[in-house]
T-cell receptor, first 114, second 117 residues
């Protein structure tokens, strides 16, 4: 099955700086890579996703890059703000097929220091 | 769009009783929903896949007789924890799958904190 690894497990940045979280996956058939933000006591919220037919996607301060050859994808948050503090999970799945289980990384606890 | 609700958000029950958690997709139909369990400071652990009109598929190690899943309509799945024990205390989260552009997206509910005393 799929194995998703995520690094770092914790990340602290000063407000205004950038934050980068990296994930690798093992299943070359995976083609859908969402990122979720989970605040304390809440469910994960889908913040951005990328599909295997593109290499980069951006939405305001958030961007995700995908390298299919190397089987890794990254989340980039620019101009970080205190409200970006949360746990971020990457995930991978074979989005087009019926199985479509999301395989999650272990999470990154991001702390933005004001 | 793509809102998923869960009810209740918190529940405390006594050991030996049963608890039902509801998961609803509010603005889309979901033939497939998922139930996860999350321990403190850990990732999400998939418990089962709930399919509308058919039996749920449970992950290895998850007791189907203890965690009863019913997906009675395209917008509602329920998880019943039967004969709950303190070790069942956890954060339970559902997600609903939505088809988008040939891919499936998953949207999560806000979670239910279960405490068994």
């Amino acid at each position: 099955g799929e194995n998703v690894e995520q690094h770092p497990s914790t990340l602290s940045v000063q407000e205004g700086d950038s934050a980068v979280i990296k994930c690798t996956y093992s299943d070359s058939a995976s083609n859908y890579f969402p990122w979720y933000k989970q605040e304390l006591g809440k469910g994960p919220q889908l913040i951005i996703d990328i599909r295997s037919n593109v290499g980069e996607k951006k939405d305001q301060r958030i961007a995700v890059t995908l390298n299919k050859t190397a089987k890794h994808f990254s989340l980039h948050i620019t101009e970080t703000q205190p409200e970006d503090s949360a746990v971020y999970f990457c995930a991978a799945s074979r989005g087009r097929t019926g199985a479509n289980n999301l395989f999650f990384g272990t999470g990154t606890r991001l702390t933005v220091i004001p | 769009g793509a809102v998923v609700s869960q009810h209740p958000s918190r529940v405390i029950c006594k050991s030996g009783t049963s608890v039902k958690i509801e998961c609803r997709s509010l603005d889309f139909q979901a033939t497939t929903m998922f139930w996860y369990r999350q321990f403190p400071k850990q990732s999400l652990m998939l418990m089962a896949t709930s399919n509308e009109g058919s039996k749920a598929t449970y992950e290895q190690g998850v007791e189907k007789d203890k965690f009863l899943i019913n997906h009675a309509s395209l917008t509602l799945s329920t998880l019943t924890v039967t004969s709950a024990h303190p070790e069942d205390s956890s954060f339970y989260i559902c997600s609903a799958r939505r088809s988008s552009g040939g891919f499936y997206e998953q949207y999560f509910g806000p979670g239910t904190r279960l405490t068994v005393t």
